[in-house]
């Protein structure tokens, strides 16, 4: 089995439990994470309509508060995707939210036409990618020209100190605990401090994303660092 299948297979399994999970770990404050995110971009499109595209969507809560968020700033939502490769994930998200459309694909192939969607979004999955640039490549594609890409991903942090060392212990001795008490799978939740350990820091995704067409408008970091939103936007 290929790595890209293995960890769609490793999300399949855990999808009964990933939102109790998500919650427990995060200890809720992801919700602000995301809030925070839609809000950012949404004001730049107020009093209109548009079609926003989440990748790696998962059970949809990403969608969810895409959908509460425009509500609340007068923005119209024209269509909401979602797009997971994973159909344990999906199966969760159809169950929470009847009315959202979902589609099983990769983020690097995501079946959409070409300047389809004002924003595209990608939280806490674009580590999982492993055909990352092509995944870049194909969200610039989607967009629009002068349309918004939503980023929040954990990553590496670029110094060494106390924080960090917290931080790590965390993620490397209680985070696989917890995880894989709730969902009976510790394996997958010792995947994900490997997973920010093969991913980039901060800069080095911004470098990626400028490569691939964007301009950087925000790299913001929350909670020590442990989460970090980018916001950019397409330029070519």
Sequence with gaps: MQKQEKIVQMFNDIAPTYDVANRVLSMGVDVSWRKYACKKVLKNYQNSEVKIVDVACGTGDMMGMWQ????????????????????????????????????????????????????????????????????????????????????????????????????????????????GAISKNKEAYEYLPNSIEGFLDAKGFCNELENAGFKILECKGFSMEISTLFVAQKVR
């Design 68 to 179: 509460s968020e425009a509500g609340l700033l007068g923005v119209k939502i024209d269509e909401l995707i979602g797009i997971d490769p994973s159909s344990g994930m999906l199966d969760e998200g159809r169950k929470k939210f009847a009315g959202f459309k979902f589609i099983q694909a990769y983020a690097d192939k995501t079946t959409l036409e070409s300047d389809f969607a004002d924003i595209l979004s990608i939280s806490y999955g674009i580590r999982n990618v492993v055909a990352r640039k092509e995944a870049l490549n194909e969200f610039n594609r989607v967009l629009k020209m002068g349309g918004h890409l939503v980023v929040l991903e954990f990553t590496k942090r670029s110094k060494k100190g106390f924080l960090t060392a917290l931080r790590d212990f965390y993620l490397q001795k209680i985070l696989p605990k917890i995880g």
